[in-house]
């Protein structure tokens, strides 16, 4: 599975991003989906994650309530719709794929990840 994500750029706090992440391969609907990001000069921090069918979504403690992952299996695409954004959610933004969705919330699960795209919030 090869992972694109895109949407990153700048952003004044309070706004809104809508990041996507496109993936190739036929069995895109078997895998989990997560996204994480990684500040400057920090570790990469679990942000959300959805199970294959899209029944289950979790999220970080930091993002619940702002950010809502979803996925259209039928575009091989998940999303991660930022809203009510702060200037300490400025990160890389990854996504990822796992088999099992287990433990969804630690990078090591992940099998596949995408490039990164950033995200700049502006006080």
């Known amino acids: 599975v090869q992972l694109q994500a895109s949407g990153g750029g700048l952003v004044q706090a309070g706004g809104s991003l809508r990041l996507s992440c496109a993936a190739s391969?036929?069995?895109?609907?078997?895998?989990?989906m997560g996204w994480f990001r990684q500040a400057p000069g920090k570790e990469q921090d679990f942000v959300a994650a959805?199970?294959?069918?899209?029944?289950?979504?979790y999220y970080a403690n930091s993002v619940k309530g702002r950010y809502t992952i979803s996925r259209d299996n039928a575009k091989n695409t998940v999303y991660l719709q930022m809203n009510s954004m702060k200037p300490e959610d400025t990160a890389v933004y990854y996504c990822?794929?796992?088999?099992?969705?287990?433990?969804?919330?630690?990078?090591?699960?992940?099998?596949?990840w995408g490039q990164g795209t950033l995200v700049t919030v502006s006080s």
């Open positions: 990822a794929a796992a088999v099992y969705s287990d433990y969804l919330d630690d990078g090591k699960t992940y099998r596949y």
């Open positions: 391969g036929r069995t895109f609907s078997s895998y989990a």
């Open positions: 959805i199970i294959w069918s899209g029944g289950s979504t």
